[in-house]
């Protein structure tokens, strides 16, 4: 195991105990800050390389198609705008219930997973969703059990023949777990036990201590079992009696002894395989670890062969009620410096004015124990296993931004692109420890209940992950399904559908190009926001408390939705960094750093950022600057010196170099930040001849690339409101070009065009030095005129029935016959036009706008988001003329250039609609899973199926034939 390199300053007051370890740390400190300031001598700043990147993969595998290749020049990134490569394209985590899986089926879901365009699959083992029945060939196979293996095996040999990149989750549910893990490896918890010693008792019952604890330390003082002072109480013999009493000197009151007892959570792994029940590991313990690499990687890993899978998995860290491992005093007294036993009490109960420091302390070590007994092991055994660990590194233990360093592929989750989310931490961290690829778990809870989430959803989501920085998609998710179930097939408990049991799936090539297309883009050149905003870790390690230990979770108290506003709606983009990040990576990619109410700081982190300022760098420290020592070691002296570095540089205000901003809320960070740096993107209403900066810029979200010789800005409609604007650059080139992420086709632009977006709409410009080679060129229509009204005479067929005419379009839903009908219907209809319409006119088949929802906000976490917006079409359709296919349409402006389809004359039109699989599970009783939970217990309960009721489908109309005159 590496050893690692020295934390920023963690204090204590002067009251601590002083020890040769102690020492020690302070004298590699001392070397620390004198470096820190020595190597920002020949800085340069705003350089947007890292100059202290992540190490390089050191896998001994051979480089995978699925690799990426990040291009620095424009032209080499044109070439392949076509047909994004396949490292780019979506993929899916693929449910296996039970897991309940044959060959044939395996092999059957692959083929339709490439013919969608789906670049991959993740291969997680999740609960049985049917009882063992020979007569319709359901086996539940046991986790890691050899015909489990063998399914894994064949998986990844089809998936790899079909060219899909094939991933594995390391482990059966969430988090890791099982049957191996025996009490002595489950997470570990601090169980506090106080014990009542009436006036004039010499002895009392001991707490019972069961398997898996150990006393770790015991204390007595005035008091009562519910109300004690924490700060008065004295240490006793942590010793068990063999008579289960205590012995102790009467006295005159009542008194209190608090044991202090290492224990465990007890939680059990969620969601688990049949043959994968059991505990959750302990993250923090080496050897929970080593067990499970042993007893589960090793099993699933050999069953690749000589073919591993792309990378490894882990999900998000949610070990709850982690607190303690058991080694956990003798590694903080190594990483802190003092012994942590006599300060128990303070601790966890929070008394006393040293609690913070102390928990400050006490949180901290759990990151590095969960950085150099988890992520540094799974990372190293996944290398020696030629593969790669991906994982989402945040939550329980408190893992932070820069833990992602130790592993290979950074994954997050969250649509929430306009408040704090792990999808940004997960980008933030690609960008400073230079990974180009950054991936999100996305659509988790996308429009509950499952199978009523469409194509219109998945980009309505995507988008606000692109914008975050993601750029590689990891749908959640695909349910392998057995042939005999009943459509729309299997689901998880609370996730979207995305497989070709749903109607829309025609589409889903269209999807996948498009999110691919974005993808590959938003990983050439390197990362360009412009603002950084410095997570305040050592004030949230302070407020962690027992049985919830998390940066993740107790960062939105810092990191406010008004914040990350602020930032975007001056049109501006962020990354977040932390201190050690400046520490290891500093800042100088980033013009501006905000600082959101930082109180606890490293005195090096404040040379460095001291050295930023005097380069040029910008600061806005909001509200509270800082002022105190992180920890608990030697305080006094180290706040004292946070204090005159601190008063050095917030203390010049205004002066000549204005490089440091203070301002006392988060609502006045817009207007500071403005002043500082003008906004990279700017978007203005256009209404009446003038010129309105406000509501359209906080629908407009955008994210920027730079390369060598050009930017790329992708650009997204993240409202359910068109939006007409102008578009001003604040670093324009010399050439522009507009780039439709669905085609990938090039047009010329002007450098400050005119944005014209439909609800939800996307868009990428290109800022070069010289013009794109087959861009063509920019082209002017007048306003689009109404030529036909086509919303009547339509003579619609269904699969199995007789053509009907529908002379007025409307919802499947209001007939009987189609009610809870899921599927797809062809629309004809005979279409005349005149050689003089066809001259000089650029003609489209509109479908229509749609009706905007009241809310266009995220939902809650359970509830899910989705596309607050009802279409016209319902849900996606795709168009053909005179035989030939002219388009699909899945998302607005429900619009599509049907010119080179036409002829003078009767030109025939057909259009095939396809809606949502909800529409059919409306239609008919749930499954009855009263026996399958008598079997294994109620390990899943199916999302709001109150909700469950068909949705609008089919052309809803008007439909019309618009013609442009181009000019």
Not at 114 to 137: C, F, H, N, T, W
Not at 494 to 501: D, E, I, K, L, T
Not at 544 to 555: D, I, Q, V
Not at 892 to 907: E, H, I, M, Q, S
Request: aromatic share 8%; charged share 20%; hydrophobic share 40%.
């Amino acid at each position: 195991m590496s050893q690692r390199p020295p934390r920023p300053f963690r204090a204590a007051p002067a009251s601590a105990p002083t020890t040769p370890a102690a020492a020690a740390v302070l004298l590699r400190r001392g070397v620390l800050a004198a470096a820190a300031v020595a190597c920002l001598a020949h800085a340069s700043p705003h350089d947007p390389a890292p100059r202290d990147p992540a190490p390089q993969d050191p896998s001994p595998h051979k480089r995978s198609a699925h690799d990426p290749t990040v291009y620095q020049r424009i032209g080499d990134v044109a070439r392949h705008l076509a047909t994004p490569p396949a490292d780019a394209r979506p993929m899916m985590r693929w449910w296996w219930f039970g897991p309940a899986v044959e060959k044939s089926q395996l092999a059957l879901e692959i083929d339709r997973m490439k013919e969608g365009g789906i670049g991959g699959v993740e291969i997680q083992a999740v609960y049985p969703m049917a009882l063992d029945d020979p007569s319709r060939g359901v086996k539940n196979l046991p986790f890691l059990s050899p015909e489990h293996l063998d399914a894994v095996r064949f998986a990844n040999e089809k998936g790899r023949a079909a060219g899909l990149r094939v991933d594995l989750t390391l482990g059966s549910g969430w988090p890791f777990g099982g049957p191996h893990i025996g009490i002595g490896d489950a997470i570990g918890k601090m169980r506090v036990a106080a014990v009542e010693v009436p006036a004039g008792a010499a002895s009392y019952p001991l707490p019972v201590v069961t398997e898996g604890e150990k006393i770790e330390a015991a204390f007595i003082g005035a008091g009562t079992a519910k109300e004690y002072d924490a700060t008065r109480l004295k240490a006793l013999p942590a010793v068990a009696a063999p008579d289960g009493r205590g012995t102790v000197a009467p006295a005159a009151g009542p008194r209190v002894a608090v044991y202090y007892i290492a224990s465990r959570s007890g939680m059990q792994v969620k969601r688990p395989a049949v043959g994968g029940e059991g505990f959750v590991l302990d993250h923090m313990s080496r050897r929970a670890i080593d067990n499970h690499l042993k007893n589960v990687g090793e099993p699933l890993l050999k069953a690749f062969g000589d073919q591993p899978p792309y990378a490894i998995f882990s999900d998000s860290l949610e070990s709850y009620g982690t607190d303690w491992t058991g080694d956990f005093l003798e590694q903080f007294q190594r990483r802190r410096g003092y012994d942590l036993r006599p300060y128990l009490p303070l601790v966890f109960s929070g008394q006393g004015a040293d609690a913070p420091a102390l928990r400050h302390d006490w949180a901290l070590t759990q990151t590095e124990l969960v950085e150099d007994n988890y992520l540094k092991p799974v990372t190293d055994w996944a290398h020696r296993h030629g593969t790669r660990f991906r994982s989402q590194t945040y939550g329980e233990p408190p893992a932070s931004l820069s833990s992602f360093r130790h592993q290979d592929l950074f994954e997050g989750e969250g649509a929430q692109y306009r408040q704090f989310s792990f999808t940004r931490l997960a980008s933030s961290a690609a960008h400073l420890y230079g990974k180009p690829v950054v991936s999100a778990e996305t659509w988790t809870w996308l429009r509950s209940p499952a199978h009523t989430a469409g194509p219109l959803d998945m980009k309505a989501e995507a988008d606000r992950m692109f914008v975050q920085g993601v750029t590689q998609i990891i749908g959640h998710g695909w349910p392998y399904t057995p042939p005999d179930a009943p459509e729309p097939g299997y689901q998880l408990y609370a996730a979207a559908v995305f497989n070709h049991h749903q109607p829309w799936y025609m589409v889903m090539p269209e999807v996948s190009g498009y999110l691919a297309r974005v993808s590959y883009l938003l990983r050439q050149g390197a990362p360009a926001n412009q603002v950084a905003v410095l997570l305040p870790n050592d004030d949230v390690y302070a407020i962690n408390r027992p049985g919830k230990t998390s940066l993740s979770g107790e960062l939105p108290k810092f990191i406010k939705p008004e914040l990350v506003q602020q930032i975007m709606d001056s049109g501006h983009n962020l990354d977040y960094v932390d201190p050690e990040a400046v520490l290891r990576v500093g800042l100088d990619r980033y013009p501006v750093l905000v600082m959101p109410n930082v109180t606890r700081l490293a005195p090096e982190v404040l040379a460095r950022l001291d050295a930023y300022v005097k380069k040029g760098g910008k600061i806005i420290a909001i509200g509270a600057t800082p002022s105190l020592a992180p920890g608990f070691l030697d305080a006094q002296r180290i706040t004292a010196e946070v204090k005159r570095a601190s008063a050095a540089l917030f203390g010049r205000g205004q002066d000549v170099t204005k490089n440091v901003t203070k301002i006392a809320t988060d609502l006045e960070l817009g207007r500071a930040l403005q002043s500082v740096l003008p906004g990279d993107v700017r978007v203005a209403d256009i209404r009446a001849g003038d010129v309105r900066v406000g509501d359209v810029q906080k629908r407009i979200s955008f994210v920027r690339r730079k390369l060598a010789d050009a930017d790329i800005y992708f650009i997204a409609n993240t409202s359910n409101e068109p939006v007409a604007a102008s578009l001003v650059f604040r670093e324009p080139r010399r050439h522009a070009t507009r780039l439709d992420p669905d085609s990938g086709k090039l047009a010329q632009s002007a450098l400050a065009p005119a944005l014209t977006l439909a609800p939800y709409e996307s868009v990428v410009y290109v800022m070069s030095d010289a013009p794109l080679p087959g861009a063509a060129p920019e082209t002017k229509a007048r306003e689009a005129a109404v030529v036909a009204d086509l919303s009547t005479g339509w003579q619609v067929r269904f699969p199995g029935r007789a053509p009907v005419a529908m002379d007025k379009l409307v919802s499947w839903t209001d007939s009987e016959a189609t009610r809870y009908f899921s599927g797809q219907a062809v629309y004809g209809k005979t279409l005349t036009v005149t050689p003089e319409q066809l001259a000089g006119m650029r003609l489209s088949l509109d479908f229509g706008t749609g009706t905007p929802l009241p809310d266009s906000g995220v939902h809650a976490h359970h509830s899910g988001m989705r596309a607050m917006y009802e279409p016209a079409l319902r849900d996606a359709a795709i168009v053909t003329v005179n035989g030939q296919r002219a388009g699909t349409l899945w998302h607005p402006p429900y619009r599509l250039d049907v010119t080179p389809f036409l002829k003078a004359g009767a030109n025939q039109v057909e259009v095939k609609v396809a809606n949502l699989g909800v529409n059919t599970l409306a239609g008919r009783e749930l499954p009855d899973f009263r026996l399958l939970r008598l079997r294994y217990g109620n390990r899943f309960e199916l999302q709001d199926t109150a909700k469950i009721a068909p949705q609008p489908a089919g052309l809803l109309g008007p439909v019309t034939l618009v013609g442009e005159a181009m000019r």
